[in-house]
């Protein structure tokens, strides 16, 4: 089985301009979360769907919005960007079946860099 | 913001010693994972422990959970180069599950 598949893996962009990232979960899983990876530290919560409602959404200016459409897969996109913007962008599926396991299984990332 | 930290932030060690990383963290929670990353690339889930449990061993893996003192430990026994990643506590507060909150993990180097 395949698993959780991003794109595109590499990035780049100047400042202002706008990007969209994808994610495809695994198959089954309903529940998708994207997080931050700045270099040197750990990864940051940005937003959860699940069923394609907003579940969660962490601590991220609104230039951040995430979707996730009918077959689970989602898109986060990121308007006027800053150079602070640059990082691995990690998007993680979870079946939520596990009750309160909440285990999430990671994409390879996508390496953003803004110019 | 991050949930705690883990320490040390990097450790070296040769191939068939014991690593051992600790984890602390702010808030209650219900159970704590640990995820290796390689080089940048996506992280992998290793183990959880909920809390309600004291210990748990998976493999060459041993995590401890002490709730007293809002900390946790990983055992990487008789580790191997293969081993060499960054490591990553995440704690998990919310009962329906939306976000890990990740501590700033540890870079384990195992040189053979």
Known sequence: ?115 | SQQGEEDPQALSIQEGENATMNCSYKTSINNLQWYRQNSGRGLVHLILIRSNEREKHSGRLRVTLDTSKKSSSLLITASRAADTASYFCATDADQAGTALIFGKGTTLSVSS
């Open chain 1, 1 to 115: 089985d395949a698993g959780v598949t991003q794109s595109p893996t590499h990035l780049i962009k100047t400042r202002g301009q706008h990007v969209t990232l994808r994610c495809s979960p695994i198959s089954g899983h309903k529940s998708v979360s994207w997080y931050q990876q700045v270099l040197g530290q750990g990864p940051q919560f940005i937003f959860q769907y699940y069923e394609k409602e907003e579940r969660g959404r962490g601590n991220f200016p609104d230039r951040f919005s995430a979707r996730q459409f009918p077959n689970y897969s989602s898109e986060l996109n990121v308007n006027a960007l800053l150079l602070g913007d640059s990082a691995l962008y990690l998007c993680a599926s979870s079946s939520l079946r596990e009750g309160a396991k909440n285990i999430q299984y990671f994409g390879a990332g996508t390496r953003l860099s803004v110019l």
